[in-house]
């Protein structure tokens, strides 16, 4: 035994010991670990080969239902507060040594109460490489998400987004912000909107892996599938694991069949000592056995099986297994990672971005869609059919390559065709306008 640690119901998590080091000295590792221990909760380190105990740092009272996130070189913890419901997301700045004596932390109110799955994070497209804006996806007990912005120095530099309740997620969120969801796969940008393309719904039911195992989606390139950027593979509970290109493209071959009902989620690694990279599944079903004594039921006995498919995949793959890695703390390239091709270069609303939906509108609020090439800010106008205005929303900031969606109250309008004029401004790029069309229907 590595270290007897009562209270700890997570799987623990592995950090590098040094972070600037290379080669060998790279590969050595710390532990990171929740604990509870007379309803305190705590995170502990641990180093060595005799688990040498490191500094502990205090969560208080509050419930942690997923393992810590390392974003970079700051670790993210999602604390739900069942008792007064002060949520909150804790960064704390893991330099200049991997767990300083008194850890420069963030602490910062969620408006959703943290579910079981892992915070995802990344670096806001756009954002300057020397002064990175970062954002950290918190998924509610639901499936609800919601969005906190800071920057290197630890500061909160944008209001919390909490994502449309129409997004919701039944698998850990991947890069690329891909995950499974009820009967659909997924791809949305980081304050909630769908890129386009997605979501895909097959026209066989699917459903999400659950429980400990839960699935998420793996991204890769895949060796045959002649689609630019990267491609996102699905698991689903039934052990099919389904092939999507960045745009919701179709992947020749795809969906595999899987081993039975699937054990948690897939992995891409070498296995067989070649050039490309293999895909391994696992998962179990219920074997006959025979007849149950009273004769109307069947004994069975649970039979677990893996699956390899060789030359998948290309190597170096952005995110190969759940947790991005063998260390399973959720690290990835996020300055590197490129995540929707761009119509052209430059500034400004990307041609045809802009959409207006649901249309015809029912009920509840409408959304503006659009894309940017780089970072602005946004606002819509919303006009009847005779050139009046009827509302005008505030300023957005908007990053670049991702959709974003501004949410318009249209309370008390009645029935007919509205149009949405959408205004971008970008910082030395001047200002574009869209106008289109949508119907509401009361």
């Excluded at 293999?278 to 677990?304: C, H, K, M, N, Q």
């Excluded at 490129?338 to 990307?350: K, N, R, Y």
Aim: charged share 15%; aromatic share 8%.
């Amino acid at each position: 035994m590595y270290q007897d640690l009562p209270g700890c119901a997570l799987p623990p998590i592995l950090l590098p010991v040094d972070f600037s080091a290379t080669g060998d000295d790279s590969l050595r590792v710390s532990v990171c670990a929740v604990a509870v221990e007379m309803g305190q909760t705590s995170l502990r380190f641990f180093s060595g080969a005799g688990a040498d105990a490191g500094p502990v740092i205090d969560l208080g009272s509050s419930l942690v239902r997923s393992a810590p996130v390392l974003a970079g070189e700051f670790l993210l913890t999602a604390l739900a507060d069942t008792a007064a419901g002060d949520h909150r997301l804790v960064i704390v700045d893991l330099t200049p040594s991997l767990i300083p004596e008194d850890p420069l932390r963030l602490e910062l109110p969620l408006a959703v109460e943290p579910g079981s799955f892992p915070v995802f994070w990344g670096q806001v497209p756009g954002s300057a490489a020397t002064d990175p804006v970062f954002y950290a996806i918190v998924t509610d007990r639901f499936g609800h998400g919601e969005t906190v912005y800071f920057d290197n120095s630890l500061r909160q530099v944008r209001e919390n987004v909490v994502w449309d309740q129409g997004v919701q997620m039944e698998s850990p969120l991947a890069v690329g912000g891909s995950f499974v969801g009820d009967g659909i796969f997924g791809r949305s940008g980081h304050s909630g909107a769908w890129y386009d393309g997605w979501p895909r719904r097959p026209r066989a039911s699917v459903a999400a892996v659950t429980g400990n195992g839960a699935g998420s989606p793996l991204v890769v390139e895949l060796a045959d599938s002649g689609l630019r950027l990267d491609q996102y593979i699905f698991p689903t509970q039934d052990g099919r694991l389904f092939g999507f290109g960045t745009q919701g493209e179709s992947v020749s071959g795809w969906p595999l069949g899987g081993p039975a009902r699937s054990a948690g989620s897939p992995a891409v690694g070498r296995l067989t000592g070649e050039v490309l990279l293999d895909l391994v599944a696992i998962g179990s079903f219920p074997r006959i056995t025979g007849v149950g004594t009273d004769g109307t039921e069947l004994d069975t006995e649970y039979v677990s099986s893996v699956s390899v498919w060789r030359d998948v995949a290309l190597t170096d793959p952005v995110w190969p297994m759940a947790g991005g890695s063998p260390w399973r703390n959720g690290s990835y390239d996020a300055e590197e990672w490129v995540t929707l091709p761009i119509a052209s270069q430059g500034s400004g609303l990307v041609e045809g971005s802009h959409h207006c939906y649901p249309s015809p509108l029912l009920s509840g609020p409408l959304k503006v869609r659009g894309l940017v090439r780089a970072p602005a800010r946004a606002r819509a106008f919303i006009y009847n059919l005779e050139g009046e205005e009827i509302l005008a929303t505030s300023w957005q900031d908007v990053a670049a390559a991702e959709p974003f969606a501004i949410e318009v109250a249209l309370d008390g309008t009645v029935t007919g065709l509205y149009l949405c004029r959408l205004v971008v401004e970008t910082p030395g790029g001047g200002t574009d306008h869209s106008v289109v069309q949508f119907a509401v229907v009361r």
